[in-house]
Structures are given as C-alpha cells and as structure tokens.
C-alpha cells in the first residue's frame, strides 16, 4: 500500500495464518492501539481476508504492546465537525463489531495487556477472551462527559448486569480476576501462561466442524430468547438436519474409523504473514 508521493504506507493492523488460525495483530503501539479511522480501516480489511480466507478456520485478535486498545482515537474524534453528529471513529467502529459478533468462524481475543472504553467494545465482541492477570480494565466514556454507547451492544450481552451498571456508570478501573468473574474473560491467566491457553482454545476449535461451529455459535446467543416448545421443535430440526449433513457423517465416520476428520488442519503448516 502506497500513498500519492509513492512512499510505504504503514499498516495499523498485522495478518498471519497458520495451521488454519488467522492472527490478526493491532500494530499501533505508539499511541496504544487508539481505534483511528486509519486503524479501523486496516482492521475491518484484515477481518474481511480472514472470514473470506479458505483456510482460515479460527481468528484471533490480538495487539502488541503494553496496551490491547485504548479506545477510540480522542485526537481524531475532537476534530469531528462541530454539530455534525456524526464523529469519524464512531462512523467506523460498528461495521467492525459486527464483523466480530457475526463472524461464523470462532473469535479469541488474545488480550496482550489493558483495555479501555471502545477497546472493551472488541473483548466482547469476541467469542473466547484471554487476558494476563495483570491487565485491567475500564470504562472511561462517562469521565469524559460521553457515553458508552455503541460497544454497550455487545457489552451488555456479556455482563452480570448489576457489574454493568457499577462499571460502566463509574468508570473505576477493574482487575482482570474481576473481568472474569462478570463476564468480560473467559479465562484470567499468569501472563507466562497467555500463549498457551490461547492455543489450548484455538487448537480445541479447529477439532470442531466448521459449519457446526457456526450453527452453534448462533444458536449459543438465540435459544435462550426461545419458548421451551419453539425451542424444542426449532433444535429438533436443527438437529436432524446435521446428522444427516455431509460435515455431520464425515464427523460420524472418522469418529468409528478412530481417525480425525477432514476439516481438522494438517499439522505443520507454515505461516504466511502480511
């Protein structure tokens, strides 16, 4: 990627994949992964390769640095036009989200250190997120006098309610053993033991169909909005339908055969990274 004067134009966001995992890596430590419109551009690019990606089977996200996102570019966002209503971050922001939330393929966020604001947006955005127990975590939106909109949509799916209320309304800073305990993390770890955890889950995802990975991730978030009967009838169609699927029998098969299926990465694959 070059600009009009032909001179490299730095990437914000890394890309690497190997043995079927996607890593992809926010790579402005300089100013602590801020969410810049140049960052979220490179971001969403990343995340559209992955998900278009063949071989890709698992994504994780991930920064470098002290910092995994600090959140929004604040630079960026007070030189928005005054009464436009509409501020370049915030214009940005939410196709990323969605690309994370709706993502078939399974997400970790690989938390590399704290996060703030709109970066807590991405952590819960993600299916699976791991942080060292030396990070922290906040909220800040209200202590600049804005508010904590947007990622509250993906947020408040993940948080006990009552902790939701306490931090997003108070902006205290929070540990990571806390994050795990109200929903935030999935796991809270030794930051020695941070690498190996992430590739305990990605290496457990890729054992898993891809399309029932998929329906899974779905039906995780929509069943629960489900009558018990309507549930029961929509599963039970579901359910039918994939032990006759061909992802269904393949599984079957290599399970009697006592071998892996076909969907599983042949081992020492190696990466390409860009």
């Given at each position: ?76 966002q007070r030189l928005a036009p005054s009464g436009a209503g509409e501020a370049p971050v915030t214009a940005s922001f939410p196709e990323i989200m969605r690309l994370v939330w709706e993502s078939p393929k399974p997400v ?63 902006g205290e800073t929070f540990d990571a053993a806390r994050a795990q305990e109200i929903g935030l993390l999935t796991r809270a770890v030794p930051e020695a033991e941070l690498d190996a955890t992430v590739a305990h889950y ?73």
């Amino acid at each position: 990627m070059r600009d009009d004067e032909d001179r490299p134009v730095e990437r914000l966001v890394r890309k690497e994949v190997s043995g079927g995992v996607a890593t992809i890596t926010l790579d402005s430590p300089r100013n602590r992964n801020a969410l810049s419109v140049r960052l979220l551009g490179d971001l969403e690019d990343r995340l559209t390769w992955a998900l278009a990606e063949e071989s890709v089977r698992v994504v994780v996200l991930t920064g470098t640095g002290p910092v995994f996102c600090a959140g929004a570019d604040l630079k960026e966002q007070r030189l928005a036009p005054s009464g436009a209503g509409e501020a370049p971050v915030t214009a940005s922001f939410p196709e990323i989200m969605r690309l994370v939330w709706e993502s078939p393929k399974p997400v970790v966020c690989r938390l590399n250190g704290t996060a703030r604001a709109g970066g807590l947006g991405l952590v819960a955005a993600c299916d699976f997120a791991i942080a060292p127990d030396s990070a922290s975590f906040a909220f800040t939106e209200v202590r600049l006098g804005v508010v904590p909109a947007m990622i509250a949509v993906t947020v408040l799916r993940r948080l006990d309610p009552r902790a939701a209320a306490e931090y997003l309304l108070t902006g205290e800073t929070f540990d990571a053993a806390r994050a795990q305990e109200i929903g935030l993390l999935t796991r809270a770890v030794p930051e020695a033991e941070l690498d190996a955890t992430v590739a305990h889950y990605t290496g457990m995802l890729l054992r898993g169909g891809p399309e029932a990975l998929a329906l899974t991730k779905r039906l995780v978030r929509t069943v629960p909005a489900l009558s018990v009967e309507e549930g029961m009838r929509q599963m039970a169609e579901l359910s039918a339908r994939r032990f006759t699927s061909a992802e269904g029998q393949e599984g079957i098969a290599a399970f009697m055969d006592k071998r892996l299926p076909s969907w599983v990465p042949t081992a020492g694959e190696p990466a390409e990274e860009a």
